[in-house]
């Protein structure tokens, strides 16, 4: 493990411990203040993770409107409901041992669960037909494009988005006739059109290779069981935009040149898969929240107005006839 | 240290964080079931809330092509959050106008 993934496990599990302390806290502090109080802590944690799952803009959502709104709102409503001398044994509850028993049983399911449910984090992939070579006699072949983000092995599949940072291209074929050993990747990116309208004109990105920048990269397809081969490409540094990744096969002869099926433009598109970078969430949620989901942002507005009247109403005071 | 390795954060974000938020999610119902202050009990939702917020941003960040969605929906729990805390505390308030204080099992009125 390296000194970064070590750091990252060990802060992780300081805000883990933070969070689980805080949401014990609030079921069993007997001091209603002190429950508010570890209820910061839990939010702040869940803000924490929400770093740490690279989610930027539910992290300054969570702050902002947990922490700095409902928790608040919180605070004020056990100061405007308790006097000065009874906040300190405030919070009695009832049936303890049994909700306790109860909720352990709830608990006990739900980790058998996500610690034996077999979480899918294959690649989801777009498969491509590798047109074959008469002439050389190759045989088509059916790939399978995918991509990864976070470590090569377990990390997951962002259907075609990766967040600045790291990533992963795998290719998986299923059946890899013999002579072919490795697959050839390359990436093109999105550059602006001339006019607007136009399809944007791909150009060969070159990226970082250790100390060289290189255009295309020459992969070993490795064993995997079943018969099935794959590869991948770790990416690092890929600034933000639209991009394409190709693959050609790389025939074993050394020095042949890889099958032509893979290419840019028109005549390679069929075994290309399309990705985009992005900075951060905040601009795929902008895009999310105008496009797709419009009807459901303007009845959530439609409801807080409603919310906010009903609180008024419910909150004013009562003008005696 | 070895042994424990395959399971930490780095390697198996998922699972880590649909623990932690199951552990969030059950001290949350805990809450709800055993107190009788209705401010307690908001802050046993605000918890469950929180621990299915936590779960939608990790299944829509660590699993295969499930896009933005997740982080979408997040937006729309937090903002219905803040709408039902605003309303809840409302009429918390009015019953502690009426009845002096906020146990749930003393605002009996509409028992039949």
Request: include cysteine.
């Amino acid at each position: 493990m390296s000194a970064g993934e070590i750091l990252l496990n060990a802060f992780f599990y300081v805000f883990a411990l933070v969070a689980l302390g805080g949401a014990l806290a609030v079921a069993i502090s007997t001091n209603i203040v002190r429950s508010a109080f570890a209820l910061l802590a839990v939010l702040f944690a869940a803000a924490a993770f929400y770093a740490f799952m690279r989610a930027d803009f539910v992290f300054a959502a969570q702050i902002l409107i947990y922490v700095g709104g409902i928790l608040v709102l919180i605070i004020f409503a056990i100061m405007l409901t308790h006097r000065i001398t009874d906040v300190k044994v405030s919070n009695d509850s009832s049936h303890g041992p049994a909700a306790f028993f109860a909720c352990l049983c709830v608990l006990f399911s739900l980790v058998v669960v996500i610690a034996t449910y077999k979480w899918n984090r294959g690649v989801a992939p777009t498969e491509v037909e590798v047109a074959g070579d008469t002439a050389a006699k190759r045989p088509p072949v059916r790939l399978h494009l995918g991509m990864l983000q976070g470590d090569g092995k377990t990390g997951a599949v962002r259907g075609g988005m990766i967040l600045e940072g790291r990533g992963f291209l795998t290719v998986e074929t299923r059946e890899l006739p013999p002579g072919w050993t490795g697959a050839r990747i390359q990436i093109a990116r999105a550059q602006k059109a001339a006019k607007a309208g136009d399809p944007p004109p791909w150009v060969a990105h070159k990226w970082a290779e250790g100390a060289s920048t290189v255009e295309a990269r020459d992969l070993p397809l490795e064993a995997k069981p079943a018969g099935a081969h794959a590869a991948s490409l770790e990416l690092t540094g890929l600034p933000a935009g639209k991009y394409r990744w190709s693959v050609a096969l790389v025939p074993e002869a050394a020095g042949a040149s890889p099958s032509p099926a893979a290419g840019f433009g028109a005549s390679g598109e069929s075994a290309a898969c399309d990705f985009t970078v992005e900075a951060g969430l905040s601009r795929p949620i902008g895009m999310a929240l105008m496009g797709p989901y419009l009807l459901p942002f303007e009845v959530v507005s439609v409801l807080l107005l409603a919310a906010l009247i009903g609180a008024a109403f419910l909150a004013r005071k009562e003008v005696k006839p | 240290m070895t042994t424990l390795q395959p399971y930490l954060f780095t390697q198996r974000p998922l699972e880590n964080l649909l623990v932690i938020s199951a552990i969030i999610f059950v001290c949350g119902v805990y809450t709800i079931v055993t107190r009788r202050n209705a401010v307690s009990i908001l802050m046993g939702v605000e918890l469950v809330l929180n621990a299915a917020n936590i779960n939608f941003v990790a299944f829509s960040q660590f699993s295969p092509a499930a896009g933005i969605h997740g982080s979408v929906f997040v937006i729309f729990v937090i903002i219905l959050a803040a709408a039902e805390a605003a309303v809840a505390l409302a009429i918390i308030i009015g019953i502690y106008q009426n009845f002096g204080r906020v146990d749930v099992d003393q605002a009996d009125l509409m028992k039949g």
